[in-house]
T-cell receptor, first 113, second 117 residues
Framework: KQEVTQIPAALSVPEGENLVLNCSFTDSAIYNLQWFRQDPGKGLTSLLLIQSSQREQTSGRLNASLDKSSGRSTLYIAASQPGDSATYLCAVRRDTGFQKLVFGTGTRLLVSP | DTEVTQTPKHLVMGMTNKKSLKCEQH?????MYWYKQKAKKPPELMFVYSYEKLSINESVPSRFSPECPNSSLLNLHLHALQPEDSALYLC????????????????FGPGTRLLVL
């Protein structure tokens, strides 16, 4: 059974810092990995999707990398802003059968002004 | 329109009540999903509909009854719920084209926060 873990569980940083969120998964047979953002009590917004054949994806100040063989992904946020405060979830899809999203435990990020 | 809407935003119900959650999308998507998210936990898949037919039921108790009356609308009927069913219920949709639709990007609604007393 696929298990997805995110470290740290919570992170508090001052505005302007660059930061890295970590995601690890136990079964490397994945189809793709996706990073989401969730604001308190709200739905999920997709940030980046990395196919298993890719090493990284970038969108604005966000950069996600994938090391499939070691079961790891990182989300790099450059020049953090208070508006980045949210919970960040990574999710993986297996590469066979019905490819449901298996979510990680999340990292709660607080960026203070 | 790239939005998935859910109503109501909040719902409080007793264990003997019958209520329904509603989800709507007008993106022409043919796959729709229900997720349950307990506080400080990740979302967990409950049901998947593809072309208005139930495709996946993740062993969800029968007190949750999904319905997809048309391609834009997804309902979740609730009956005789337990306090432990209190959670945020998220709806999502994806294009749903072809057999590999489960790998598509999903668009999530804001959720309905349910409290069962």
């Amino acid at each position: 059974k696929q298990e997805v873990t995110q470290i740290p569980a919570a992170l508090s940083v001052p505005e302007g810092e660059n930061l890295v969120l970590n995601c690890s998964f136990t079964d490397s047979a994945i189809y793709n990995l996706q990073w989401f953002r969730q604001d308190p009590g709200k739905g999920l917004t997709s940030l980046l999707l990395i196919q298993s054949s890719q090493r990284e994806q970038t969108s604005g100040r966000l950069n996600a990398s994938l090391d499939k063989s070691s079961g790891r992904s990182t989300l790099y946020i450059a020049a953090s802003q208070p508006g980045d405060s949210a919970t960040y979830l990574c999710a993986v899809r297996r590469d066979t059968g019905f490819q449901k999203l298996v979510f990680g435990t999340g990292t709660r990020l607080l960026v203070s002004p | 329109d790239t939005e998935v809407t859910q109503t109501p935003k909040h719902l409080v119900m007793g264990m003997t009540n019958k209520k329904s959650l509603k989800c709507e999308q007008h993106m022409g998507h043919r796959a729709m999903y229900w997720y349950k998210q307990k506080a400080k936990k990740p979302p967990e898949l409950m049901f998947v509909y593809s072309y208005e037919k139930l495709s996946i039921n993740e062993s969800v108790p029968s007190r949750f009854s999904p319905e997809c009356p048309n391609s834009s609308l997804l309902n979740l009927h609730l009956h005789a719920l337990q306090p432990e069913d209190s959670a945020l219920y998220l709806c999502a949709s994806s294009q749903g084209r072809g057999s590999g639709f489960s790998a598509e990007t999903q668009y999530f609604g804001p959720g309905t926060r349910l409290l069962v007393l």
